[in-house]
């Protein structure tokens, strides 16, 4: 003789487990985000170098950092690199700095624009947090866009994952850009024929 279980006792195991399954997959932990971290970046991010105007130029000081596939992340060998454009980049004050994100070709071009500004905002982090000052650096990304190699395999990919530091002469504002007291009187109003 079998035992049957009944449709109603059936679809309640069912329900039951599904409870469970969802209870515990709910209670992942949240990450906990110190409220003066987030502020300080908002800050660093506000000061941020307006990068239009005169074209930023590659120095043979300043050299190019490598990531991982994926990655934003800074690496140990990248960080000491870094940290020796930033001594340049102290001794030279009257230079504005540009982070350019890069990415292989793999991947959307929506993608690869929003991992290469993570790239490029990451390192210009990193060198305000060694004293380079925050209204001096811009960041940009171009994605997949300005390519160094065009093979497709490992080392070439690897070459194009990369944030290049470029720099121009600090432009001062022009003084025919500020406004005088002249310029804010109020214009005179037409008057009816």
Same mark, same amino acid.
């Given at each position: 003789?079998?035992?049957?279980?009944?449709?109603?006792?059936?679809?309640?195991?069912?329900?039951?487990?599904?409870?469970?399954?969802?209870?515990?997959?709910?209670?992942?932990?949240?990450?906990?985000?110190?409220?003066?971290?987030?502020?300080?970046?908002?800050?660093?991010?506000?000061?941020?170098?307006?990068?239009?105007?005169?074209?930023?130029?590659?120095?043979?000081?300043?050299?190019?950092?490598?990531?991982?596939?994926?990655?934003?992340?800074?690496?140990?060998?990248?960080?000491?690199?870094?940290?020796?454009?930033?001594?340049?980049?102290?001794?030279?004050?009257?230079?504005?700095?540009?982070?350019?994100?890069?990415?292989?070709? !793999?991947?959307?071009?929506?993608?690869?624009?929003?991992?290469?500004? !993570?790239?490029?905002?990451?390192?210009?982090?990193?060198?305000?947090?060694?004293?380079?000052?925050?209204?001096?650096?811009?960041?940009?990304?171009?994605?997949?866009?300005?390519?160094?190699?065009?093979?497709?395999?490992?080392?070439?990919?690897?070459?194009?994952?990369?944030?290049?530091?470029?720099?121009?002469?600090?432009?001062?504002?022009?003084?025919?850009?500020?406004?005088?007291?002249?310029?804010?009187?109020?214009?005179?109003?037409?008057? !009816?024929?």
């Amino acid at each position: 003789m079998t035992r049957g279980y009944s449709p109603a006792a059936l679809f309640s195991w069912i329900l039951f487990c599904g409870f469970l399954t969802f209870s515990f997959s709910a209670c992942a932990k949240k990450q906990v985000v110190k409220p003066e971290d987030k502020l300080e970046e908002e800050e660093v991010e506000s000061e941020e170098l307006d990068i239009h105007g005169k074209d930023f130029v590659e120095s043979k000081n300043l050299s190019p950092i490598f990531f991982d596939y994926d990655s934003s992340s800074l690496s140990d060998e990248a960080r000491k690199v870094l940290a020796g454009n930033a001594a340049y980049l102290k001794k030279s004050p009257d230079l504005e700095v540009l982070t350019e994100g890069h990415c292989d070709k !793999r991947g959307t071009i929506g993608y690869n624009l929003a991992l290469g500004q !993570r790239r490029a905002a990451s390192v210009r982090l990193y060198y305000v947090s060694l004293g380079i000052e925050a209204g001096r650096a811009g960041s940009l990304s171009y994605g997949k866009e300005k390519p160094l190699c065009i093979e497709d395999s490992e080392d070439c990919w690897a070459q194009n994952r990369r944030v290049q530091t470029k720099v121009r002469a600090k432009s001062e504002p022009k003084k025919e850009d500020a406004a005088s007291p002249a310029d804010m009187e109020e214009a005179p109003k037409p008057t !009816r024929p």
